[in-house]
């Protein structure tokens, strides 16, 4: 399956993985929030409960999408964040990695913080 975030000025499609965490969401979606933005990280509100998994990992490659058990969010990193070591990109804490970015996360720097993100199912 696969989800589209639709910011204002951008898209970026991802597909699902099988896991917990990506079923809980997929079953919440249509949902909105407002992006927060930590270094090259956009994170935002999801209306979804899910414990934290057992690979759950702080430390993601640009493009793997992430769900932040203690927002509780979506965390879309794709780059440094403050707390990086080198070049990582590290989010604050163990995170739920749920989907794939189907194009590159780069593109994420032009997103500002309050920006509404709309989040939907495609398939």
């Known amino acids: 399956m ?3 975030f639709a910011f204002a000025n951008l898209s970026l499609d991802a597909e699902l ?3 917990p965490t990506a079923r809980a969401i997929a079953a919440a979606l249509p949902c909105a929030a ?3 933005t930590w270094g090259e990280e956009v994170y935002f509100d999801v209306p979804v409960r899910v414990a934290r998994e057992s690979d759950a990992r702080a430390v993601v490659t640009p493009g793997e999408i992430a769900y932040w058990p203690e927002g509780p969010a979506i965390a879309i990193g794709f780059g440094r964040t403050p707390i990086s070591r080198g070049e990582e990109t590290r989010l604050a804490s163990p995170c739920n990695v749920f ?3 189907l194009s590159d996360v780069k593109a994420l ?3 500002r913080a309050g920006t509404t993100v709309t989040v939907t199912l495609l398939d």
Do not use: G, K, N, S
């Open 99 to 101: 989907a794939q970015a």
């Open 2 to 4: 696969r989800i589209r």
């Open 109 to 111: 720097a032009a997103v």
């Open 34 to 36: 407002r992006v927060m």
């Open 17 to 19: 993985l099988d896991t």
